[in-house]
Structure formats: C-alpha cells, structure tokens
C-alpha cells in the first residue's frame, strides 16, 4: 500500500470538505448541541436542590448503578451530576464521530460519482485499498477531531459547572481517556468503513445517508449499551473493548476493500 | 495556451515496441453489446485515433485497455504486459488518461494539477516545476489560484487535459481533447500533443469524431462503429483500400443529362479500366488505374470535342472514410 498516496487523497477530500460549509453546518451543529447545550443544562438544573432527579428521568438509572460505583457522601443531587457526567453522557461520545462521519463518508464515493469526478481517480494509480482506506481516513479525521473539540468543551462544562456542585475536580476518569482515545477512534474507524461501504454502492447521496443511518445505527445503539456497562468496570476492561474493536476493524476494512467494484461504480451509477 | 518544446533532446528507443496489444475485445451491459471483438495494436511513439460516431464504444474501450472495467472476453496487454488488477496500478503510473472535464471545482487550478501530481508520485521540487509548466502550456497559468468551479468549459477542458499530461505519460489517452476549446487554443492543444509525439516518443490514443485537423496528428485511426472495429491501420493505406486507383473530377463546359452521357459512354468505350459516373453535381467522377491515365482521358476527350471546363484530381481524406465506413454500417455519424 502507497501511503503517499492515501494520504493524499484523504488531502482531497478534506480539503473539499472544510470548503464546504454546507457540509460543516451538519457536522458542527449536532456535536455542540449533544456535548454543549444537553450537558449544561441538565448540569445547572440538576443542581439546583429544588428540581427532583426525577424530572430528567434519571433518578431511576441512578438507582440501577451497581452499588459503590458512585463515590460515599454524595446527596442526592451530586449523585445526578455525577452519575450523569461521568456514566450516562459517555454513550452520546459514542454518537457524535457516527453522526459526523455519515455526513462526510457517506458522500465519499457517492459525491465524487454525482460530480463525476470518480471517473479520473479511477485511472490514476490508486489502487482499490489505497482508495478505500483514504475515503476512511477522510471522514474518520474529522469525526475524531469534532469528537474531541467537543470533549474539550465537555470537560470544561463539567469543570466549571458541576465540579463546584460535586465539591472537587473530579472529570475526566480514567475510564473517559480510554473512552475517548482509544474506543471513539476505533469505533468510528468501524463506522465509516460500513458508511464508506455504502457509499461505493449507493447511487445519491442521499440514499446513501439514509442506507448509512440505518446500518450504522443498530451498531451504535449496541455499542452504546455495551459502553455505559464497559464505562461501570474498569479501564482494563475498555481496553479488550478496544482491543476487540481492533479485529473487528482490521476485517471489516479488508472486506470493505473487497467488495469494492471499479466497474460497478463506472457503469452503474453514472 | 502557449505552446512551448522542451529544450531537452529526449531519446528515442524502439520505436517498433508495441504499446498497446488487445486481442478480441468484448464487453456486454446487460443485454447491450458494448463492445464486439475488438483488436487493435499502437506502438511506441504512434499517435492513433480512435474514431467513431456517439456510443460507438470508444469510452468503453479505453476503460476496458486501463483496466477500469474487465473485458467479458479477450486480453490487453500494455507496454508488453497483461493488464490485469495486480498490475494496473504500476502499469497506470506510465499512462495519463483525460476522459471528460470534470475536475474538482472546490480546488483552485493549480490544486488540482499538485493533487494529480502527488498521485503519480512526482518529487516535490519536480511537482512544482511541472505543475507551473502545465499551467503555462495550457495557458491557466493566470487562473492558478482560481477554484477550478469557477471556470469556463474550455478551461477545464485543459485543465482535465492538463492533468493527464503532467507526469510525461508514456502512454497518453484522451476523449475529445478539443471539444469546448476555441479555434486557437485548439490549434495549440494539436501543436502541443505533436511535440510530445515527435519529442518524446509519446504514445496517444485519441478518441475523437471531431475529424477536423486530426490526419495531421493520427496517421493510424481505428474505427468503431456499433462496438465492432470496422477498419484499423494507417489512415492513407485504409484510403487507398477504401479508393484504389487516382480519381479525377471533369466538368464539362455545358452540364446537359445528354452531354454527360455521351462522354461517360465514350470514355468507357475508348479506354479499358476506367471506372466513370456521373455525379448529382454534373460532374464526371473518374476512377483511374493510376495518375498516369489521366493525360490520355484528357486528350481523349478533346480529341472527341467534348468542351473541358476543369480538371480537379480528386484526394480522399479521413473524414470521407469515416462518413463512408459509417454510412455503409448503416450508422448516422454524429
């Protein structure tokens, strides 16, 4: 594989994407408000003493943690802000690089067919590999990159908002470092794969974003109740996760490389 | 666009070496037969044109010889070897393909020939030199920083034809080169393309039904019509197969049914092996054994005291071998 090559590609694209502000709307938009607008309210009326838990609903899911995985001598509103930080936003970090790849990966092929720009990368000497892994590579980095911006606003929402409430700087545990640099990364890889899949098969983008939704979503929502429990043990069971995830998008991507057809997207899609 | 030679003195190796071999080419979509049996041979430093009215199969051909698509049957074999998946992308290195115009348009000029030149793994300082002459041979170089959506056709004709010219492809194939270029650029684009055949031993494909000028550039044309290969080689011996003998032209100097009649009949009854008929424009069409004939028709017909208004040797051209290969496969030429 010609790494020069990939990157290169992957180059394009990104390129083509960050000039493209109707397509960063989308991708910006949703992390701000699943990372930002949620959290921070949930954090500021939590805290206040006088609304019960159980108006966000989650005075039962506390209830359902198993026991002395909270810390001793929280009440019962620190307990909200905790568990919420740290165990119940985890899943939506799992959502936000999902939601940003599908924007971008699945127009990776799709969109270069509707502009018809594929034709001539597809006599260049990129092979199919080279090809499929770029389009990966395109979509993947600025998932991971949004993903991570919006973690770094999370951590300062929860460090200027719920810290005071629980009385110490408490986020982010270990256990959101392995979430976040080793599950996202891997996770996302897995998920722009299959949209990236989807897109050399796909014959509009927006039949592509719709297909893409739904093979991705029954994974992620799978992936995220596995990640609330991961995020209950400990750091070394996240890293078999992750480890775990490593195989799963080694396989994927050769599969991926394999199933993609030259000749189909010449002459079926254009 | 400026058309520039390089000072460099390229040096010319086997020039008999075949480039190009497909053997019994055909492809079907579906149950439309794209291509049928098709055959063709290009050699080093040869400039070939591909000839063929609209959905002959001349895309589908040069996908099929770059390996984009595979062949239901047949073989291609490039620069002596088979063109297969393994292969393709080392073999692709050495060929520059231009198909259609579309580049990416979020890109400036210049981006788009610096992403084309990575891909075919140009060295950074060579990458930039080359880009710059590009854009100067193409007469972009005042566009440069301009996002390629922001150009005219004709401009991102050359830019596309740009691309596929920039990492000095051994083997050169191009769709409709001139489409959307203005007279002038056309000319250059011609000039240019003849340079990099002459210069550099450059082997070009072109796949064309705009004839105009293009018997300086092909001397071997091949033509598809109906997926099939009706006729290949070199175009003044196709011509001579199509046209053998010398044609001349006679007017008379009244252009009356019975005159024309009278000649025509004294010509074939005085001279053996004179083809003559009468055309729609009066005129007397002659075919010759050879130009030698032509003084003795000549004399033949004053001495019977038919008035001659003119002469006119008449000289085949491609364009008349394409409008007679296409009329006689029954096709409407584009």
Redesign the interface.
Same mark, same amino acid.
């Given at each position: 594989m010609?790494f020069?090559?990939v990157l290169?590609?992957a180059h394009?694209d990104l390129?083509?994407v960050v000039?493209?502000k109707q397509a960063m709307f989308p991708m910006l938009v949703i992390p701000v408000g699943l990372a930002v607008m949620i959290p921070f309210g949930i954090i500021v009326m939590g805290s206040d003493p006088t609304m019960p838990t159980s108006a966000f609903g989650l005075s039962g899911l506390i209830d359902q943690l198993p026991k002395g995985i909270l810390p001793p001598d929280l009440s019962e509103s620190q307990k909200m802000v905790y568990a919420f930080t740290v165990y119940f936003m985890a899943p939506v970090f799992l959502l936000i690089p999902s939601m940003s790849a599908t924007v971008i990966g699945s127009s990776s092929f799709v969109g270069e067919k509707e502009?018809?720009?594929i034709?001539?990368l597809?006599?260049?000497?990129?092979?199919d590999r080279e090809l499929v892994l770029a389009k990966i590579i395109a979509s993947l980095v600025p998932a991971i990159v949004i993903t991570w911006g919006s973690f770094g606003a999370y951590v300062f929402i929860v460090d200027t908002f719920a810290s005071p409430v629980i009385g110490e700087h408490y986020f982010p545990t270990a256990n959101w470092y392995a979430l976040m640099f080793l599950v996202v990364p891997l996770l996302a890889f897995l998920t722009v794969a299959l949209i990236v899949a989807v897109s050399g098969r796909a014959t509009s983008s927006q039949g592509a974003q719709g297909v893409s939704f739904l093979v991705v979503m029954p994974m992620i929502l799978l992936t995220m109740g596995q990640t609330t429990g991961i995020m209950l043990f400990s750091t070394t069971v996240a890293l078999v996760f992750a480890a775990v995830l490593v195989v799963v998008d080694v396989v994927v991507f050769y599969a991926v490389a394999g199933i993609f057809n030259?000749?189909r997207i010449?002459?079926k899609l254009l | 666009m400026t058309s520039t030679v390089s000072p460099v003195t390229p040096v010319i190796e086997n020039t008999h070496e075949l480039v190009i071999s497909a053997t019994d080419l055909s492809k079907r979509?579906g149950s439309y037969q794209a291509i049928s049996h098709v055959s063709m041979q290009v050699r080093r430093g040869q400039a070939f044109g591909l000839l063929g009215p609209n959905g002959a199969g001349k895309t589908t051909t040069v996908?099929l010889l !770059?390996h &984009?698509?595979?062949p239901d049957n047949g073989e291609v074999l490039l620069f002596g070897e088979k063109m297969t998946a393994h292969r *393709? @992308?080392?073999l692709?290195?050495r060929?520059g &393909?231009?198909? @259609?115009t !579309? &580049?990416?348009? !979020? +890109?400036t000029a210049r981006?788009n020939l610096m992403?084309?030149a990575? +891909?075919?793994?140009l060295a950074s300082r060579e990458r930039k030199a080359r880009v710059d002459e590009v854009l100067d041979i193409m007469g972009l170089a005042h566009r440069a920083r301009a996002q390629a959506g922001s150009f005219s056709k004709g401009m991102r004709q050359k830019l *596309?034809v740009g691309?596929a010219i920039l990492h000095r492809p051994e083997l050169l194939f191009l769709d409709e080169p001139t489409t959307g270029l203005d007279p002038q650029a056309s000319a250059e684009l011609i000039s240019h393309l003849e340079d990099m055949v002459h210069s550099f031993n450059t082997t070009l494909v072109m796949c064309t039904h705009q004839l105009a000028g293009l018997a300086d550039l092909c001397k071997d044309v091949g033509f598809l019509v109906g997926g099939r290969m009706e006729a290949s080689g070199p175009v003044e011996k196709l011509v001579a197969e199509r046209w053998p003998g010398h044609h001349v032209r006679i007017s008379l100097g009244a252009e009356s049914d019975e005159l024309l009649s009278r000649a025509r009949t004294h010509l074939q009854d005085e001279s053996a092996g004179i083809s003559c008929e009468i055309k729609a424009d009066r005129t007397l069409h002659l075919e010759l054994p050879d130009e030698s004939f032509t003084e003795g028709v000549i004399a033949s017909l004053v001495a019977a005291q038919f008035p001659i208004r003119s002469v006119v040797p008449v000289t085949y051209s491609i364009k008349d071998l394409y409008f007679d290969i296409a009329s006689t496969t029954g096709e409407v030429a584009a």
């Open positions: 010609n020069q090559r290169t590609v394009k390129v083509e000039r493209n502009r018809r720009t034709e001539g597809l006599y260049t000497p990129v092979t030259r000749e010449l002459t | 979509f996908r !770059n &984009v698509i595979s *393709a @992308d080392r692709r290195t060929i &393909v231009q198909t @259609d !579309n &580049v990416y348009e !979020n +890109l981006e992403f084309w990575r +891909l075919y793994g *596309a691309r």
